[in-house]
């Protein structure tokens, strides 16, 4: 007899495509169903509990539920959820990031990352009055039509490299730089002399798995859109508030022109934020003629509990969740070893990512290399012993403030049973 998970999914399957609201959810045979998390733990229909990497895709860095976030949004709930009307409650949000990360002196909040990258770009190209964005390959930046072009994240799961329905006059103005090489995009400036309007980089890839910076890369971006008159964008969606209370910018000295955060901001709920320069930002209307806007933007529940959880953030020491990472990658690459399982483990911060692949990861074509097969085969392993990753090679697992040292060790043991198993099936 089919269990809970198996019978919902046949229900989604009548009416979402495979079953889900969001290509990454769907693995094979079928998505677990989740019912409820607390802290570092997520429980599916069946009661069945796990240690949660995945953390809805990274915006869970406290853990899920905290109790601070929690009372907060019941005591707003009778309140009302939208007015469609400015709060006090944006103001204090936006006060607070902008303090964090001064590169962000105006913003607007969105209802998600995409939203956020699509208005950026949107304005870059019209404070500019150029066309072209530089995006990198592997790099995942939402859902739009300016950034679906050798895209990380569900995208390379599914081997989509680049989505129909695009025009092709919107594509012709996009190009794909390679993440890690400053000469690439060396040679695109050069190419494209003086049309450049953006170029927008994830300063860590977070969406082919995780690949930190080279060094002197993003400075060499910087330096490049300098010279040629285009806009920085970092895409912070990942990277925001995850290895400090600020951006991953505050750690390059780099002031990126706009900004893009999500997830963490959010607490949770839905949310993006595109910000940056003053002078960039009022051109966004009614200030300006940059049109954008949004019914559900700044919304008074995602406000909340973005305050209270930066609140709660800032007062966290990220050496912790560094080092529970650090132990982590390391044991599961000695494991791997231990049992002859080819795996290259990167790291940083709360961020990390088992390759099964045999070489380094630093670029977006080692990591295409990496054998998707026994990622999912430790992927299953793992779930039935408690652990719950993302389910694609190409994502980046997320450390929470709540994972403690029991679940650390736990997770390690897991991990280590794992590799165990997959060299029995070499
Ligand atoms: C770096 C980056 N930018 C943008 C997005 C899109 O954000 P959202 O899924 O909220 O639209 C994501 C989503 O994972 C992301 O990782």
Redesign the pocket.
Known sequence: MAGKSESLFRESLKVFPSGVN?PVRYYRPYPEFIKKAHGPYIEDVEGKRYIDYCLG??PMILGHSPNNVVEKLKDKLADGFIYGAPTQMEADLGKKISAAIPSIEKMRFT???????MHAIRLARAYTGKNIILKFDG?????HDY?LQKM??GGLTFGISSSPGIPGEVSATVVVGKFNDEDSVRRIFSSFRSKIAAVIV?PVL??VGVIPPADGFLKSIEEQCRNEGAILIF?????GFRFNFGGYQNLTGIKPDLT?L??IIGGGL???LFGGRNDIMDMVAPSGPVYEGGTFSGNPLTMIAGYETLSELSQKDYAVITKNTEKIATSASESASNYGVQVNVNCIGSMFTIFFNSNRVDSYETAIKSNSDSFMKFFRIAKENGIYLPPSQFESNFVSFAHGTAEIEKTMEIFDTAFKEMRMSL
């Open positions: 969001s895709f990274g209802n998600s990352g995409t939203e956020a990258t790099a995942y930046h939402g859902s950034v990380g994240s994830e977070g969406n895409d912070e969606v990942i990277t893009i999500g997830k839905p949310v993006g």
